[in-house]
């Protein structure tokens, strides 16, 4: 089955640190870039991070840009996303999301579920 | 505030058209393909449109997607309950690097 499935969430003190996986199945991973979109409780997408499949592109939101890192195990056939100096308004919902294997659109053509970041003391 | 606008709500009958605005610039919307997300209460996004047109495979062609100049417009013909949740769109920025999102449109069926 095509899936992308998130886990390591929970919640932290602010200040602290999480990371996130994103483990994924049923397609060849190596050929697709992976991001992280989140949304904070009752709020719109917003766009974290982005890698390629040979993690040669890395991009990030200003946001997280120096705090957040994202990597890729090709072999094990996961993303992360290494979050550092949490703050209170990155408690949201943490998705990974694929790019879509077409030239000329970074559209996200599957999802997971989310994991659910709160920052809280 | 997002880099892409949108209106905050829109609204219709069953069987009605409406229309959702994404307006942008030269760096994201003017320079590049625009991409259309519906989120349904409770879900995950889902992509309705890709490169301002393209309907992926089991969306229905009461959607559709168009592009002018620094915007955008979706289209959803012969509205339905089911159509009910949150719409967004998405490009990518050349200034800033990265992927935008506009701050999401709240479809309501009367």
């Known amino acids: 089955e095509v899936q992308l499935v998130e886990s390591g969430g929970g919640v932290v003190k602010p200040g602290g640190s999480l990371r996130l996986s994103c483990a994924v199945s049923g397609f060849n991973f190596n050929d697709f870039s992976i991001n992280w979109v989140r949304q904070a409780p009752g709020k719109g997408l917003e766009w974290v991070s982005s890698?390629?499949?040979?993690?040669?592109?890395?991009f990030y939101a200003d946001s997280v840009k120096g705090r957040f890192t994202i990597s890729r195990d090709n072999a094990k056939q996961s993303v992360y996303l290494q979050m550092h100096s949490l703050r209170g308004d990155d408690t949201a919902l943490y998705y990974c999301?694929?790019?879509?294997?077409?030239?000329?659109?970074?559209?996200?053509?599957?999802w997971g579920q989310g994991t659910m970041v709160t920052v809280s003391s | 505030q997002s880099v892409l606008t949108q209106p905050p709500s829109a609204s219709g009958t069953p069987g009605q058209r409406v229309t959702i605005s994404c307006s942008g610039s030269?760096?994201?919307?003017?320079?590049?393909?625009v991409d259309w997300y519906q989120q349904l209460p409770g879900t995950a996004p889902k992509y309705l449109i890709y490169s301002n047109n393209q309907r992926p495979s089991g969306v229905p062609d009461r959607f559709s997607g168009s592009k002018s100049g620094t915007s955008a417009s979706l289209a959803i013909s012969g509205l339905q309950s089911e159509d009910e949740g949150d719409y967004y769109c998405a490009t990518w920025d050349d200034s800033l690097k990265g992927v935008v999102f506009g701050g999401g449109t709240k479809l309501t069926v009367l």
């Open positions: 999301a694929r790019t879509i294997s077409v030239p000329g659109t970074d559209a996200f053509d599957l």
């Open positions: 030269s760096s994201n919307i003017g320079s590049r393909t």
């Open positions: 890698i390629s499949g040979s993690s040669t592109y890395i």
